[in-house]
């Protein structure tokens, strides 16, 4: 009945009729298996259904007489054409994300809440100068400078279940063994009972930026001490005409 035909017009005529050409090595094959032990087979192979070819799953066993000799073949069958597409779909949709992962110049990565390292782009892996052989499954937190790591556990520890994305910059050690600044954007993924299992995380190298705000920092701060210097009392505004600061002359007369 699932194939379509009727029970009286099936038995007595050969199975392989109803087998797809292309499958046909399979299903010989499965059946030469059957000669030897464990006398059992597992073969999928498409199958005319109703018009249509469909995969079927089969699960065949040996019947043998007395003398060991093959008589029959008992074999069960079911049909796993959709669950075979739902997983091709699955790994074909994975492949496509990894390959929009792996593109990506940002550095990204998984980890357990200990710091385990479970993927990593080959972004990460390019500018850590690390394989990922070498890192999987290891925790990240030698990469992370050392004053920073209690930093980066405050981080992690401030995640709730109302707090499941949260941004952090700091200092990593570079392979050549200079300091570099990091910007990280933290995503938490959460299990049934809303309990973290992992953090998928995507990160940019913002050394230049931080390196650009000292400078910057250190100009004003020059400025300030020069402006200081001056007895007249100074004051400047924005161009909004709010406060922005003085010299210590204008603090003394006010």
Not at 97 to 120: M, N, S, W
Not at 148 to 159: G, K, P, Q, Y
Not at 197 to 218: A, M, P, W, Y
Request: with cysteine; charged share 25%.
């Amino acid at each position: 009945a699932a194939c379509g035909l009727d029970r009286a017009l099936l038995l007595g005529e050969p199975f392989h009729r109803l087998i797809h050409p292309e499958d046909l090595p399979l299903q010989i094959s499965a059946m030469e298996g059957l000669l030897e032990a464990p006398f059992r087979a597992l073969v999928e192979c498409r199958m005319l259904m109703r018009g249509e070819w469909r995969l079927i799953s089969w699960q065949e066993s040996a019947v043998r007489d007395q003398d060991g000799v093959l008589t029959e073949v008992q074999a069960v069958g079911r049909d796993v054409t959709d669950s075979r597409r739902m997983e091709t779909a699955l790994r074909e949709s994975e492949q496509r994300y990894r390959a929009i992962v792996e593109d990506q110049t940002e550095l990204i990565c998984r980890y357990t809440p200990d710091g385990c390292l479970t993927f990593l782009n080959e972004a990460y892996c390019r500018y850590f100068n690390l394989t990922r052989a070498g890192i999987l499954g290891k925790p990240f937190f030698p990469l992370v400078h050392p004053d920073d790591i209690e930093l980066l556990r405050r981080h992690h520890e401030s995640f709730s279940a109302g707090k499941q994305v949260a941004t952090v910059e700091h200092r990593v050690l570079k392979p050549d063994g200079t300091v570099a600044w990091q910007r990280w954007t933290d995503r938490a993924i959460t299990d049934a009972s809303g309990q973290i299992v992992e953090f998928q995380s995507v990160g940019s190298d913002i050394t230049e930026k931080r390196n650009l705000e000292v400078q910057q920092q250190q100009q004003l701060q020059f400025l300030q001490t020069l402006i200081d210097t001056i007895p007249i009392p100074i004051f400047y505004r924005d161009a909004l005409g709010r406060h922005m600061g003085c010299n210590e002359a204008f603090e003394k007369v006010v």
